[in-house]
């Protein structure tokens, strides 16, 4: 079993920056590919990033292309989402989220373990 606790949101203004950790339990999760998704109000989940066990391979969503930066400490069990240049449309519940297969799912069906969430709120 792996759990996943994410932590470092918060209200920060347009042009800011902000990073979002994932911790995880569980001494297999070095080996599960991490995602990084996001739910803001009346929207689906869509996905933001994600990494590979050995973070050799790393895919973003189009829109944060360049502003967030995906990366991972296995020896803390440990993944980060960095976002620089944040504009107020990344307003949203981040969610950490692992797979076993190691594949860079963008279907976050695919994803079996899941995090609480951490707000990040942009103002403008």
């Known amino acids: 079993q792996v759990q996943l606790v994410e932590s470092g949101g918060g209200l920060v203004q347009a042009g800011g920056s902000l990073r979002l950790s994932c911790a995880a339990s569980?001494?297999?999760?070095?080996?599960?590919?991490t995602g990084w998704f996001r739910q803001a109000p009346g929207k689906e989940r869509e996905f933001v990033a994600a990494?590979?066990?050995?973070?050799?391979?790393?895919d973003y969503a189009d829109s944060v292309k360049g502003r967030f930066t995906i990366s991972r400490d296995n020896a803390k069990n440990t993944v980060y989402l960095q976002m620089n240049s944040l504009k107020p449309e990344d307003t949203a519940v981040y969610y950490c989220a692992a797979n076993r297969a190691n594949f860079l799912y963008i279907d976050a069906h695919l994803y079996g373990y899941w995090g609480q969430g951490t707000q990040v709120t942009v103002s403008s």
């Open positions: 990494i590979t066990w050995s973070g050799g391979s790393t």
């Open positions: 569980g001494r297999t999760f070095s080996y599960f590919a």
